[in-house]
């Protein structure tokens, strides 16, 4: 079954250093979002990206990030000069966007910035 | 606006035993409803969705949730537990037809579900 990939699984970070976070989404798929759950609390919307631009972005989606699809098939995250609020798991997800079908949204299985 | 409240945060039940995990929802038109689980330091797994066709819906491992409109609701439950599903669940809504039109999912704060042997 396809299924959307995220690296690094694990990453640790000075404060004020700058991470990307790469995504595989699956190949037909058009839009593709970015999640993040801190410890202990619910999963939060980031951004949703399509065609190559970003469609919604929640108030956490400030300007410290961005996101880009480099190269036609990996999905970046960036986040520049990171805070200790930063530290959280990351969830990349992808869909195909069917109206009829409602949007089933297919997540990665994350990736953990720690933020020191 | 819409919102996903779950009830319970931490359900415990015995292996064998009927699970009932609850959800309710608000959304302004007719949305789009779905149960993640979520294994320990593993990511978001796809049980069920309800779009709009039939409201009993069955999902993966044995799971099913039950679209009430009247209720606003959308419980999850599963005849009998395995130790196999303890895990973390997360109720979420969608508005395919919203004005953002993005798809964007709306978690709620998650149920753990712990069966005991």
């Known amino acids: 079954e396809p299924e959307v990939t995220q690296t690094p699984s694990h990453q640790v970070t000075q404060m004020g250093q700058e991470v990307i976070l790469r995504c595989v989404p699956i190949?037909?798929?058009?839009?593709f979002y970015w999640y993040r759950q801190i410890l202990g609390q619910k999963v939060e919307f980031l951004v949703s990206f399509y065609n190559n631009e970003i469609s919604e972005k929640s108030e956490i989606f400030d300007d410290q990030f961005s996101v880009e699809r480099p190269d036609g098939s990996n999905f970046t995250l960036k986040i520049r000069s990171t805070k200790l609020e930063d530290s959280a798991m990351y969830f990349c997800?992808?869909?195909?966007?069917?109206?009829?079908?409602?949007?089933?949204?297919?997540f990665g299985e994350g990736s953990w910035l720690t933020v020191v | 606006a819409q919102s996903v409240t779950q009830l319970d945060s931490h359900v415990s039940v015995s292996e064998g035993t009927p699970v009932l995990l609850r959800c309710n929802y608000s959304s302004s038109y007719s949305p789009s409803l779905f149960w993640y689980v979520q294994h320990p330091n593993k990511g978001l797994q796809l049980l069920l969705k309800?779009?709009?066709?039939?409201?009993l819906v069955k999902g993966i491992n044995g799971f099913e949730a039950e679209f009430k409109k009247s209720e606003t609701s959308f419980h999850l439950t599963k005849p009998s537990a395995h130790m196999s599903d303890a895990a973390e669940y997360f109720c979420?809504?969608?508005?395919?037809?919203?004005?953002?039109?993005?798809?964007?999912?709306?978690f709620g704060q998650g149920t753990t579900l712990q069966v005991k042997p």
């Open positions: 190949s037909n798929h058009l839009y």
């Open positions: 979420v809504v969608s508005d395919p037809f919203g004005s953002s039109n993005t798809g964007k999912l709306i």
């Open positions: 997800a992808s869909s195909d966007w069917g109206r009829l079908s409602g949007n089933t949204i297919y």
């Open positions: 309800y779009t709009s066709a039939a409201t």
